[in-house]
């Protein structure tokens, strides 16, 4: 779809009109197919927030299958009917053929119209340039949940609107604006990249304004946020690659000062901020307040809210939002009730993260340094996505394929059973295990770092594992080989479907068989058992079963008497199960220690002592790290 677009832009008293040109149109998706799902999109980050009038809010941020900045991304739009209801299947904006979409924001107009701002870049061809500009599509009723939609407009060309516009006192609409590419326009931009859009017309047509300049060598996007002073001037607040500066307007953004550091900014991680100007008149400032690393680097982490009561010549009070590492790009709103909306993006590309985050607190929660608003919330998830296969995860796989093991020193170890194999240790990187010479077979059957989750047989859940501290000690015991593991377990899962011919045993086999053609196959993990617990029948038979699936596997394999090393189910289990009826873990137990006195080479290890993570079902991450060292002292054993 293509949009015969005429536009004039101009610049002080000087015109500057673009060609007619045909621009390439994205397509509103109001109701996306399954390849929009959660579980296909491998990445997302760069949110948005806004609230309609009638208390129903909307969150963008932009996503895509491949990884961040990939032709193809795409932004996504959801709803819901106000904090704490369930958030709608999003939206999604795509563009065409060779297109990425990217850097969606949310805006309510003082019309009340909701404007989604997207950024959208495609590539050349053989019969039309490459083009770069800032669309939008608007509806006037975002108090319902599934409003009209416009088609998409042109903005600006040749640049990304990066932050929300202000209103002026004289009631013009003033935006921040980054030039990335070369406008018909760029005389008027006197070489200053970094700067703002404006609208006399409530949005009908926008224009460049003005401007400053970034140095080179700390240039890095140019994401920048404004806020208007008491006496009229602009305040703008821009990312580098070391920290935030600052450049202000007595003009009303024609002409803008020379950068120069933010005092209290002037070092920190290179992203986003986010400020806004509050109904009390104090400015609000999103940011980092994470110590520099072992480096002298700032990472993306504990991300948190300052105020100002002098219009950001100093930031007294300050409340940390969240204390996690992978936490970036604000953006925020007030409601005219006075709570305040703060989303962020977490672990854009990382497993059981990928997550759009939203927390709702009130100025006077800020000025405490802690939550002392009743009906505030924090860290509450918009939306999370589940697919492997983001950029880094694919550079990961491609460093390791360039510096593979030799076969005989590669040891290989696979992974079956459910949940508690597979792993719910949340994730803490305080307890993370060292990746040196551990790699773990992916998704797309590819070698890739052996870090936790190992196993994504469930994104949204999957965690920490006993196979990552089992691989750790493997390998810490011979320092001349690297251990692979190959994470098969799939949570809920009974043994009926792990017995010769049952779906999870064949697909086991095959990643098996694909693993051991760069390794030697060294042992079998197991853990599996409360999803035979309900039933008196099939936990008397687990023994029996288990055995002739040992015994099956090993000849199917190949393997002999490949050593196999089973766990004993959580002392913490209930002696009844969700719908009040005996379980029997323990027969399931009794089953499982009687294995070695019947298949040999063989061992089971007990689980004395281990916790659960508090839903009396899973262990927790310490239970799990020291559940894999027993496994690998008794694999250990077998091995002697």
């Not at 080479?601 to 916790?611: H, P, Q, R, S």
Request: hydrophobic residues 40%; charged residues 25%; neutral net charge.
């Amino acid at each position: 779809m293509h949009l015969r677009f005429f536009a004039l832009l101009s610049f002080l008293s000087l015109a500057y009109p673009l060609t007619a040109v045909d621009f390439p149109i994205a397509k509103v998706i109001t109701s996306p197919g399954a390849e929009y799902d959660d579980t296909k999109r491998s990445w997302q980050g760069i949110p948005g927030i806004e609230r309609a009038g009638n208390g129903r809010l909307w969150s963008t941020w932009y996503t895509g299958d491949i990884g961040e900045g990939a032709i193809g991304n795409y932004a996504m739009v959801a709803t819901c009917a106000d904090v704490g209801a369930k958030w709608s299947k999003p939206m999604a904006i795509q563009g065409p053929e060779g297109t990425r979409i990217g850097d969606p924001l949310p805006w309510i107009d003082p019309k009340g119209r909701l404007w989604i701002f997207y950024a959208q870049f495609t590539q050349k061809t053989d019969t039309s340039p490459t083009f770069r500009a800032t669309f939008a599509i608007r509806t006037d009723d975002p108090g319902n949940a599934t409003p009209k939609w416009s088609d998409p407009f042109v903005v600006v060309t040749d640049g990304i609107l990066f932050g929300k516009p202000i209103i002026r006192n004289d009631g013009a609409w003033v935006a921040p604006f980054f030039v990335n590419g070369k406008p018909e326009w760029s005389d008027a931009m006197a070489g200053n990249e970094t700067g703002t859009v404006i609208s006399t017309d409530e949005g009908s047509s926008w224009k460049w304004l003005g401007g400053t300049h970034v140095p080179k060598e700390l240039l890095n996007f140019s994401e920048a946020t404004i806020a208007q002073r008491k006496d009229g001037s602009l305040w703008m607040v821009i990312r580098t690659l070391v920290g935030l500066v600052e450049s202000t307007s007595a003009d009303g953004g024609s002409t803008w000062s020379a950068v120069k550091p933010m005092p209290g900014f002037e070092k920190g991680p290179s992203t986003r901020a986010c400020m806004r100007k509050l109904a009390s008149g104090a400015f609000m400032l999103v940011y980092h307040d994470a110590p520099p690393n072992k480096t002298g680097g700032y990472g993306r982490a504990q991300i948190t809210a300052w105020l100002s009561d002098d219009e950001g010549r100093t930031w007294p009070h300050k409340l940390l939002l969240d204390e996690r590492n992978r936490v970036s790009y604000p953006d925020a709103m007030q409601a005219p009730d006075g709570r305040i909306f703060i989303t962020y993006d977490f672990g854009r590309y990382m497993q059981t993260e990928k997550s759009v985050m939203l927390t709702v607190l009130h100025e006077e929660d800020i000025r405490a340094g802690k939550i002392v608003s009743k009906d505030a919330r924090t860290k509450i998830v918009t939306n999370q996505c589940s697919a492997y296969g983001n950029h880094t995860d694919l550079r990961d796989e491609e460093k390791v394929a360039a510096s593979m093991p030799k076969k005989d020193m590669f040891h290989l170890y696979l992974l079956i059973g459910q949940s508690n194999m597979a792993g719910r240790g949340f994730m803490d990187d305080t307890q993370s295990v060292s990746r040196r010479n551990l790699l773990k077979f992916s998704q797309r059957n590819a070698w890739a770092p052996g870090v936790d989750p190992l196993h994504t047989d469930k994104p949204a859940v999957a965690g920490v594992g006993l196979g990552t501290s089992f691989a750790r000690a493997m390998a810490d015991a011979d320092k001349e080989i690297t251990v692979g593991v190959i994470p098969c377990a799939v949570g809920g899962t009974p043994l009926q479907r792990w017995l010769k011919g049952g779906d999870l045993y064949e697909q086991a086999l095959v990643r098996a068989r694909l693993a051991m053609k760069d390794g030697t196959l060294k042992g079998i993990l197991w853990h599996q058992g409360e999803g035979d617990s309900g039933k008196e029948e099939t936990a008397r038979s687990y023994g029996a079963r288990l055995s002739h699936m040992i015994t099956d596997l090993r000849a199917d394999l190949g393997a002999g008497d490949l050593p196999f090393v089973a766990g004993k189910l959580g002392e913490f289990l209930s002696p009844t199960t969700k719908e009040g009826k005996p379980s029997f873990w323990h027969v399931v137990d009794e089953q499982l220690a009687a294995i070695p006195q019947s298949v040999p080479n063989t061992a089971v290890v007990d689980a004395t002592g281990l916790k659960h993570k508090g839903d009396g079902v899973h262990f927790d991450t310490p239970s799990l790290r020291e559940f894999g060292k027993r496994y690998a002292k008794a694999m250990q054993q077998l091995q002697k």
